[in-house]
C-alpha cells in the first residue's frame, strides 16, 4: 500500500515556504508553475516528512 505524502493549501506559498524554512524545514523543491496543477512546493520537516504546499 502506498501512502499519499501531506498537503497544504495556502493563500501565498512564498510566504508559507518561508516560514517553514525559518522553522527548521529544508527545501527539497523551490516554488514552481504547472500548467496541471497550483503553484507548488515541497519542503521537508525536521522529522523527515515531506510536506507540499500549494497555492490556491
Sequence with gaps: MTLGRPGLGVEDIDA???????A?????????????KP????VQDPGGKHIDLYQG
Excluded: N, Q
Excluded at 508559507?16 to 525559518?22: F, G
Excluded at 527548521?24 to 496541471?36: F, H, K, Y
Excluded at 503553484?39 to 515541497?42: A, F, G, I, V
Design 24 to 36: 527548521g524545514a529544508v527545501e527539497i523543491e523551490a516554488p514552481v508553475d504547472r500548467p496541471w
Design 39 to 42: 503553484r507548488s512546493s515541497t
Design 16 to 22: 508559507a515556504r518561508a516560514r517553514a524554512l525559518a
